[in-house]
């Protein structure tokens, strides 16, 4: 089984590279749909110029114009690559997915806002390459912070992030659920802001988890 991987998403401020560029977690996010979070196309390239290149970065659009989207990937003469994923957290259907995916190479991961468990198996037949395990909140698109039951989660085929109120708390049941990656936002930020010393001790705590797990044969 392959290690869980973690993102840490909504990231803003060049202080915040510096501190993944410390923790080295696999992907980090910038969203360009509207958040407290939310960073220009500009502002993005900017903090990808100085992010290490060993992290992925993922951009989150929430019924965003698909130009808006292509535009910030190497496709169609884009912008070096702002964007090496695209995260879809709206109402995106299968025709935009298929769509979306005919113009770019870039990987796409579709948000399921849950409700159910066979909303989850329906999701699987989208056209995209990951989905996104997150909370249901009315009237948001995002979990805000807050998780969901995760019973609900059925045997997946398809690889999925995980999303909604994880922290160092929980992180160790929620990679226990095997998900392809572990998504944080709030649960790394002090006063709405990232925190390097929470970003640090939650990825040193994955990896912790996964030593652990390997040391007794997990």
């Known amino acids: 089984m392959d290690k869980c991987k973690i993102k840490i998403c909504g990231l803003s401020r060049f202080r915040d ?33 100085e992010l290490d290149p060993r992290i992925r970065t993922v951009g989150v659009f929430v019924n965003a114009p698909m130009e808006e989207i292509l535009c910030l990937t190497e496709d169609c003469g884009g912008q ?3 964007i090496g994923m695209i995260q879809l957290h709206g109402d995106e259907d299968e025709a935009y ?13 579709k948000a399921v806002r849950v409700q159910g468990t066979d909303q989850i198996q329906k999701a699987q037949e989208l056209p995209c390459d990951y989905l996104l395990l997150d909370t249901y909140t009315r009237d948001a698109y995002g979990g805000m912070g807050v998780g969901f039951d995760w019973n609900m989660i059925p045997r997946l085929s398809k690889p999925f992030f995980l999303a909604g109120g994880i ?3 929980n992180l160790a049941r929620a990679a226990a659920l095997r998900p392809y990656c572990i998504d944080v936002s709030s649960g790394v930020e002090t006063d709405g802001r990232k925190d390097c010393k929470k970003i640090r001790e939650l990825v040193n705590l994955l990896r912790a988890t996964h030593e652990y797990k390997e040391s007794k044969g997990a």
């Open 167 to 169: 922290c160092s708390g």
């Open 97 to 109: 997915i298929r769509t979306l995916k005919e113009h770019t190479h870039v990987p796409v991961i």
């Open 80 to 82: 070096n690559g702002t």
């Open 17 to 49: 590279i510096l501190a993944v560029n410390e923790a080295l977690p696999d992907y980090i996010g910038f969203v360009f749909a509207k958040s407290s979070r939310r960073v220009t196309p500009d502002r993005a390239r900017q903090l990808k110029g």
